[in-house]
């Protein structure tokens, strides 16, 4: 094969594999970005950092690649995009959540097959510890909710997370300070046990994942697990969450 020196002698495919090469690059050097500035100044600040470096990121990468691919933008949305039936928009947003699932499940397989479970799941952990946050600052970002919007904004804000597209869930009000969650059919858990395989322990990463969510979307909020795998579990549930109010909160 022949040896390649410069960008001139590169095939069309292999010229596209180095745009999406790329693409990956970037995200990973925003992704790192991100989390070095977590590092040095803290997750507030990084937060308040990653607001403003989104929006001129994005406004310059979406206007330079409409340019160059031919589309237009309309306000921040790509024209095409837009003009998608509904139905077509509504299975993008599936298909995005379901990838989204996907590639969490990618990265803790890789942890798995190289390093072991224990590694895997203490990586897995950690990462749902600061993705948590970020995607409540980010949904409470997108719904304009206020610092304290209680136990109806913890809600709405658990409505629009991705898992919410993608599995099946319910809300019961245990008191008037209070709710319950409930994993009613888990995308994961289902795969499992349709492949004849034990429950995904879980529980340790939603220790993390739904407090921390619950007090980025309002610090008042207290999280309680009622029952997550390897916990025991009726078959209408996989796992459940109680989210109550403080009465003097």
Known sequence: MKTVQTWEELTNEQLATMVVNMLHQTVIHYTLWFMEVEHQLGMPKALEILKKAFQDSYTIQMNRLGKTLGFKMEGLVPEPLLKMPRERITDLLDAVAANWLANDGVWFQAVEMTSGMNDAKRCNDSCWARFARVEAWSIKEALQLDDHPGLEGLKRALRFRMYFRINKSSFEDDSP?????????????????????????????????????????????????????????????????????????
């Open 177 to 249: 300070n209070s709710f319950i969650y409930r994993m009613d059919d888990c995308r994961v858990q289902s795969a499992r046990k349709r492949r004849g395989l034990e429950d995904y322990a879980c529980k340790s990463a939603g220790l993390v994942e739904y407090p921390v969510f619950a007090s980025t979307i309002d610090s008042r909020i207290v999280t309680e697990c009622i029952g997550c795998p390897p916990d025991p579990h009726p078959e209408e549930w996989w796992c459940a969450w109680r989210f109550s109010l403080p009465e003097k909160a």
